[in-house]
Protein backbone atom coordinates (compact mmCIF):
# COMPACT_ATOMS: atom_id res chain seq x y z
CA UNK A 1 0.00 0.00 0.00
CA UNK A 2 1.21 3.05 -0.62
CA UNK A 3 0.76 4.57 3.00
CA UNK A 4 3.16 2.15 3.56
CA UNK A 5 5.64 4.19 1.86
CA UNK A 6 4.84 7.84 3.83
CA UNK A 7 6.54 8.69 7.28
CA UNK A 8 2.93 10.13 7.87
CA UNK A 9 -0.21 9.80 7.77
CA UNK A 10 -1.16 12.61 5.81
CA UNK A 11 -3.09 12.61 2.44
CA UNK A 12 -3.21 15.83 0.75
CA UNK A 13 -6.66 16.53 -0.79
CA UNK A 14 -6.71 16.55 -4.67
CA UNK A 15 -8.33 19.64 -4.77
CA UNK A 16 -9.60 19.66 -8.17
CA UNK A 17 -10.17 23.10 -9.48
CA UNK A 18 -7.05 24.96 -9.00
CA UNK A 19 -5.35 24.70 -5.69
CA UNK A 20 -3.63 21.66 -6.08
CA UNK A 21 0.30 22.06 -7.72
CA UNK A 22 2.93 20.07 -8.63
CA UNK A 23 4.72 22.60 -5.66
CA UNK A 24 2.42 21.64 -3.13
CA UNK A 25 2.24 17.77 -4.04
CA UNK A 26 6.22 17.88 -3.64
CA UNK A 27 5.87 19.76 -0.22
CA UNK A 28 3.47 17.56 1.26
CA UNK A 29 5.17 14.29 -0.17
CA UNK A 30 8.94 15.87 0.57
CA UNK A 31 7.34 16.21 4.69
CA UNK A 32 6.43 12.88 4.62
CA UNK A 33 2.61 12.11 3.80
CA UNK A 34 1.21 11.55 0.46
CA UNK A 35 1.21 14.62 -2.02
CA UNK A 36 -1.78 14.57 -4.52
CA UNK A 37 -3.05 16.15 -8.19
CA UNK A 38 -6.37 16.92 -8.77
CA UNK A 39 -7.16 15.85 -12.48
CA UNK A 40 -10.42 17.13 -12.29
CA UNK A 41 -11.16 19.87 -14.70
CA UNK A 42 -7.72 19.71 -16.60
CA UNK A 43 -6.70 18.38 -20.02
CA UNK A 44 -4.69 15.37 -20.40
CA UNK A 45 -1.73 16.88 -21.30
CA UNK A 46 -1.83 19.15 -18.33
CA UNK A 47 -2.19 16.47 -15.62
CA UNK A 48 0.76 14.41 -17.98
CA UNK A 49 2.98 17.85 -17.74
CA UNK A 50 2.27 17.74 -14.05
CA UNK A 51 2.67 14.41 -13.25
CA UNK A 52 6.32 14.20 -14.95
CA UNK A 53 7.28 16.85 -12.62
CA UNK A 54 6.55 14.85 -9.55
CA UNK A 55 7.84 11.85 -11.41
CA UNK A 56 11.16 13.00 -11.73
CA UNK A 57 11.41 13.69 -8.14
CA UNK A 58 11.11 9.97 -7.11
CA UNK A 59 8.75 10.63 -4.18
CA UNK A 60 4.82 8.85 -3.55
CA UNK A 61 1.94 10.70 -5.16
CA UNK A 62 -1.03 9.94 -6.09
CA UNK A 63 -3.59 11.41 -9.20
CA UNK A 64 -7.40 12.04 -8.56
CA UNK A 65 -8.90 10.88 -11.63
CA UNK A 66 -12.68 11.60 -12.16
CA UNK A 67 -15.28 11.79 -14.97
CA UNK A 68 -18.26 13.85 -13.91
CA UNK A 69 -20.90 11.83 -16.50
CA UNK A 70 -23.85 10.03 -16.61
CA UNK A 71 -22.61 8.81 -20.12
CA UNK A 72 -22.34 4.99 -20.92
CA UNK A 73 -19.29 5.61 -22.56
CA UNK A 74 -17.61 7.07 -19.54
CA UNK A 75 -15.39 4.13 -18.60
CA UNK A 76 -13.92 4.06 -22.23
CA UNK A 77 -13.18 7.71 -22.08
CA UNK A 78 -11.29 7.41 -18.78
CA UNK A 79 -9.16 4.51 -19.76
CA UNK A 80 -8.27 6.40 -22.82
CA UNK A 81 -7.25 9.25 -20.24
CA UNK A 82 -5.61 6.91 -17.83
CA UNK A 83 -3.42 5.30 -21.07
CA UNK A 84 -2.54 8.97 -21.91
CA UNK A 85 -0.22 8.87 -18.67
CA UNK A 86 1.18 5.95 -19.50
CA UNK A 87 2.62 6.63 -22.33
Not at 13 to 28: D, F, K, Q, R
Not at 60 to 85: I, K, Q, R
Amino acid sequence: MVLDQVRHPIVLAPLAGGPATPELAIAVSEAGGLGFLAAGYRSAEDVRREVDILAARSLPFGVNVFVPTANPGAGEAASGYADTLHE
